[in-house]
């Protein structure tokens, strides 16, 4: 098993750009998750998902779109870059809530 | 309200001698509790669990914890410290609260002296 594989790991884009940060994973997780970390600072839930077909919004969703057309894909949209979103991006998957999640190694966006 | 506190921001340690990081969470609910590695550059790695089975739970890499209802504590130990072990630790509760509920510590972070 590959586990959760996030890409690309590194991107810059300038103010207003859009891009989509691509996350897959192969345990046929259920739960899917997308979390955004500063430096120095903890995790903060962006969106998370329960299933195919189903998403809802975390902690701090403003900014970003995600869509959930398959159990393995869980892509984060960003729409219109802001220097606020330059960050380090996780997805996490986990098979029910009483388990632990798996992360994947990251994506480091920078908006300049 | 649910929280997780982990009191040290910072700990430096030498090699060889005994780690302790230190968590403790506020719910009236039963939490599932996990300890997470995250290495420069690296996504968060699982240490260990505890899902309400034995309340000393052993990780991986010779970490341990201990759940105490009591103290509503959930502290990480390790007896002899490596350099390896340099990283940034999370404290992770999950409750059932009707609904699950995740809550992140803001991590703590771990220095190893030579």
């Known amino acids: 098993n590959a586990g959760v594989t996030q890409t690309p790991k590194f991107r810059i884009l300038k103010i207003g750009q859009s891009m989509t940060l691509q996350c897959t994973q192969d345990?046929?997780?259920?739960?899917m998750y997308w979390y955004r970390q500063d430096p120095g600072m903890g995790l903060k839930l962006i969106y998370y998902?329960?299933?195919?077909?189903?998403?809802d919004k975390g902690e701090v969703p403003n900014g970003y779109n995600v869509s959930r057309s398959t159990t393995e894909d869980f892509p984060l949209r960003l729409e219109l870059a802001a220097p606020s979103q330059t960050s380090v991006y996780f997805c996490?998957?986990?098979?029910?809530?009483?388990?632990?999640?798996?992360f994947g190694d990251g994506t480091r966006l920078s908006i300049l | 309200a649910q929280s997780v506190t982990q009191l040290d921001s910072h700990v430096s340690v030498s090699e060889g001698t005994p780690v302790l990081l230190r968590c403790n969470y506020s719910?009236?609910?039963?939490?599932?509790l996990f300890w997470y590695v995250q290495h420069p550059n690296k996504g968060l790695q699982l240490l260990l669990k505890?899902?309400?089975?034995?309340?000393l739970v052993k990780g991986i890499n010779g970490f341990e914890a201990e759940f105490k209802k009591s103290e509503t504590s959930f502290h990480l130990t390790k007896p002899s410290a490596h350099m390896s072990d340099a990283a940034e630790y999370f404290c992770?509760?999950?409750?059932?609260?009707?609904?699950?509920?995740?809550?992140f510590g803001a991590g703590t972070r771990l220095f190893v002296k030579a």
């Open positions: 345990m046929n997780h259920n739960y």
């Open positions: 996490a998957s986990r098979l029910n809530q009483e388990q632990p999640q798996h």
């Open positions: 998902s329960v299933g195919a077909g189903i998403t």
């Open positions: 992770v509760v999950t409750l059932n609260t009707g609904g699950f509920k995740t809550i």
């Open positions: 505890y899902t309400s089975a034995a309340t």
């Open positions: 719910s009236s609910y039963s939490p599932s």
